[in-house]
């Protein structure tokens, strides 16, 4: 009885230091966007092709699209399943608006902003179009520092934002370093969240083909009494 208990009470340990488990995301973009996972001392990187160029890099080189047509191996045979009925434009357009509205404010208050550095030194070929490009960032970097810092828990010194000219260069160069954390049973909580906007969906869509189908009835009906009252 005491080894079983002991094992219980292993297994609740376990499970609550799991669910309090913080895990990172880490998101860098220094010409090449960096993507991180960390989860204690483990740390996953994922490094995505180049998507900032130069003018001059991009004249230089020669795209060529590949276009490769997809084999298939088997063929699996899929059991036709009903499909879910649309509850029409203006309730799904309605039901969308207020959900997304939820889910997200649910994910803004979950997730904790830990780190943001932002760099851009404006330039461009054009002296008036950098002191233009330039006036632009300030204006944005600094609203983007101010909600930075009103940031649920975070400190001040991870907030830092640079915003220099460059007359000299020909194009702007960016470089962002972002953290952000949320907890496991945070996780949890969203997706049970969206699980129940689906389950609301789900019933919103039977109730409008419910009521589409009664009404059709009820229409029948009145067309074959009036058809019976012109006999």
Request: hydrophobic share 45%; with cysteine.
């Amino acid at each position: 009885m005491n080894i079983f208990l002991y094992v219980l009470l292993f297994f609740f340990l376990l499970l609550i230091f799991i669910l309090f488990t913080k895990i990172s995301f880490i998101i860098c973009f220094d010409g090449n966007i960096r993507f991180a996972l960390k989860v204690h001392f483990f740390k996953y990187k994922l490094d995505f092709p180049i998507l900032y160029k130069s003018k001059e890099s991009k004249k230089e080189e020669n795209y060529v699209y590949e276009y490769r047509e997809k084999t298939k191996v088997e063929k699996k045979k899929k059991k036709q399943k009903d499909k879910l009925p649309f509850p029409g434009i203006k309730n799904a357009i309605t039901f969308f608006a207020n959900s997304i509205k939820d889910v997200f404010g649910k994910i803004v208050h979950y997730f904790r902003l830990e780190k943001f550095h932002f760099k851009a030194v404006a330039a461009s070929e054009d002296a008036a179009k950098t002191a233009e490009l330039y006036g632009v960032f300030c204006t944005a970097g600094a609203t983007i520092h101010q909600f930075a810092l009103n940031a649920r828990g975070i400190k001040k010194d991870s907030v830092y934002i640079e915003i220099i000219p460059d007359f000299n260069a020909q194009s702007l160069d960016i470089y962002t370093d972002i953290v952000f954390s949320i907890r496991i049973w945070r996780i949890v909580l969203i997706l049970k969240k969206v699980l129940s906007v689906w389950n609301n969906y789900k019933k919103l869509a039977l109730q409008y083909s419910s009521e589409k189908e009664n009404n059709k009835e009820n229409d029948n009906i009145s067309k074959t009494n009036i058809k019976k009252i012109k006999k």
